[in-house]
């Protein structure tokens, strides 16, 4: 070969690498694009005008194999994300020693950071040679843009009870799993939370019996972080502003006047985004206890019937209960005197999963409901259907009056007790709606829509979101020792569920312009290898990784040595 040859292939050698280095691309040949992130997620980056850095605490030679896989799969989307920022991204790998200790990156109160650490970590229980041991593993991210910071816990959403129990390692790989699909996702989200130039806009309506008291604390404060938030009161306001992004109606214990619902209508032919979270029965908890051992739920009149009727739903009274169900301390009998109390699942409470593939629920933990009703779907053109929380398969419907009692608990034990499957409880509606006023307006609310000062539609002018659940308590938090819970918080277990991330990710999904949502659909298939088929098989797969190498390189000399005596034999 010439000395022109090999400056040839050395131009060539350069020429390729520098192209490689400048150019942003990859071939994933994953069956589920598990390192392709999505064009909006990508437009995102790409739109980056300021500098993003992000912290994640997954570092140490000490963490669960799971976790470390997390890491790994976090460092590889970061790279990615860094790739599309044009340079405006960087991140790093902190322990939490080195996390507390860094004042200068992250310039936040020790006390703040103390506590984000305590109120996210993940307790992990490891059988050792002499027991069991406890540690903990803390699966976060800061994000960092200028002066403002945004949390990402890796594991929003998914519930951390298996890593309680050492033998669950199945349960552990499907959760780690999960938090990898909808990485891409809270780390994107929290760049846009701390990015956009303009926050959106929801109202929580008033002035029907909605509750404004102790139990909103956590909704006021979970929508106040993420959203412009206002209270609404329909009576007091001519229209609802085409400004507002959505508007929540939560639990109404009085009846809606007609000009109150025609404001509400107009809003959502308009494009506007609804949530009515109703409770069709007054039952609750605080009547139980008064009562001592049952009393008697009856229907509320909110006078929305007909509305969301024409929307396509039906609020069913009726009483949903559940054997898959939250648990609560019940007195089971007396012994010596005193009062025995166990933790017992609690029909009323059920805990609800979601089969869809939808964004809003893909890969979300259980949302707890507190006597909810059944939620009917209705066929209407133009508006498309989505169930988004069921019950378990072993579930059953009470029709009013119901008797509300502790007599339930003997039932648990009888399946056949229960016989209905997946009854739905949240659905989302999505398209163009027609007004329930249409051909109605006279009278008063003719005089409502002329004080507006907006045209009356009949029909959607664009297209809006309804999310409608039989209950409203499911967005309403507790109150401990300490003060207000979060919503969905166990006050006796100190077990949270899913509710706050399936508000949030409702809000999210009807706010979103981006698109981002997408990237929360993904799911990543978990390939685990057969365990009894391993343990079956581990003396034969073990032997040929020891022994297959040693032959095939045996062979391979034998081969050589033959092919070198024949080679030689002649000359």
């Keep these: 070969m010439s000395k022109w040859s090999w400056i040839g292939m050395l131009l060539l050698t350069g020429i390729l690498y520098f192209a490689a280095a400048q150019l942003n691309w990859r071939l994933d040949l994953t069956a589920d694009q598990r390192y392709t992130v999505s064009e909006p997620v990508k437009k995102l980056l790409n739109n980056l005008q300021e500098p993003i850095q992000i912290t994640v605490l997954l570092k140490g030679e000490n963490m669960p194999a799971g976790f470390k896989k997390l890491a790994t799969a976090t460092a590889n989307l970061l790279s990615s994300y860094r790739d599309y920022s044009n340079g405006q991204l960087s991140y790093r790998f902190l322990d939490e020693e080195a996390f507390l200790a860094d004042s200068f990156a992250t310039p936040l109160a020790d006390s703040i950071k103390i506590q984000w650490l305590q109120s996210n970590a993940v307790k992990q229980n490891e059988v050792t040679q002499s027991g069991t041991k406890a540690s903990f593993v803390y699966p976060l991210a800061l994000v960092k843009a200028g002066d403002y910071f945004a949390q990402v816990n890796l594991l929003q959403g998914q519930g951390n009870t298996g890593f309680m129990n050492p033998d669950a390692q199945t349960l552990q790989q499907e959760m780690i799993n999960k938090a990898e699909a909808q990485m891409e996702y809270q780390f994107a989200a929290a760049i846009q939370d701390l990015t956009r130039t303009r926050l959106p806009r929801v109202a929580y309506v008033t002035g029907e019996g909605e509750p404004t008291g102790p139990e909103t604390y956590d909704l006021s404060q979970t929508l106040q972080s993420k959203y412009e938030f206002y209270l609404l009161n329909l009576e007091q306001q001519v229209s ?174 009888n399946a056949s007790a229960f016989p209905d499957e997946q009854v739905p409880l949240a659905v989302l509606l999505e398209g163009n709606f027609k007004s329930l006023y249409a051909n109605r307006m006279a009278g008063s609310l003719e005089a409502t829509q002329q004080l507006s000062g907006q045209p ?44 706050r991330d399936f508000l949030l990710n409702t809000l999210d999904y009807m706010t979103d312009e981006s698109g981002i949502m997408e990237a929360r659909s993904r799911d990543f298939v978990l390939r685990l290898l057969d365990a009894k088929k391993l343990e079956k098989e581990a003396a034969i797969w073990r032997w040929l990784n020891i022994g297959g190498p040693l032959v095939l390189m045996l062979l391979t000399a034998f081969v050589v040595f033959i092919w070198r005596k024949k080679r030689f034999a002649s000359l």
């Excluded at 648990?327 to 609800?352: D, R």
């Excluded at 659940?469 to 006796?492: C, E, F, K, Q, S």
């Design 240 to 413: 609802i502003s085409d400004s507002l992004d959505a508007v929540i109606i939560v639990k109404p214990t009085l009846a809606f006047s007609d000009e109150a619902k025609l404001k509400l209508d107009q809003y959502l032919m308009r494009g506007g985004h609804l949530l009515f979270l109703i409770d069709a029965l007054n039952a609750d908890m605080d009547s139980l206890v008064q009562s001592g051992t049952e009393f008697t739920a009856y229907a509320r009149e909110t006078n929305l019937e007909d509305l969301l009727f024409r929307y396509g739903v039906r609020i069913n009274n009726n009483l949903v209960q559940d054997r898959q169900s939250d648990i609560l301390p019940q007195n089971v009998g007396n012994l010596g005197g005193e009062p025995q109390i166990e933790m017992l699942p609690w029909p009323y409470f059920p805990l609800l999963y979601s089969n869809s593939n939808h964004p809003i629920v893909k890969n979300l933990d259980a949302v707890v409901m507190q006597f909810p009703n059944s939620v009917d779907t209705v066929k209407v053109e133009g508006v498309h259907k989505e169930i988004l929380l069921t019950s378990s398969n072993t579930a059953r419907l009470v029709g009013t009056p119901v008797i509300i009692t502790v007599e339930i608990l003997k039932q648990l034990d």
């Design 456 to 499: 009356f539609h009949a029909a959607s002018v664009k297209p809006g979101k309804v999310l409608v659940t039989g209950d409203g308590d499911w967005v309403l938090n507790g109150i401990g020792r300490n003060g207000p819970l979060a919503m969905g918080t166990n006050p006796y277990t100190q077990y949270q569920f899913a509710n």
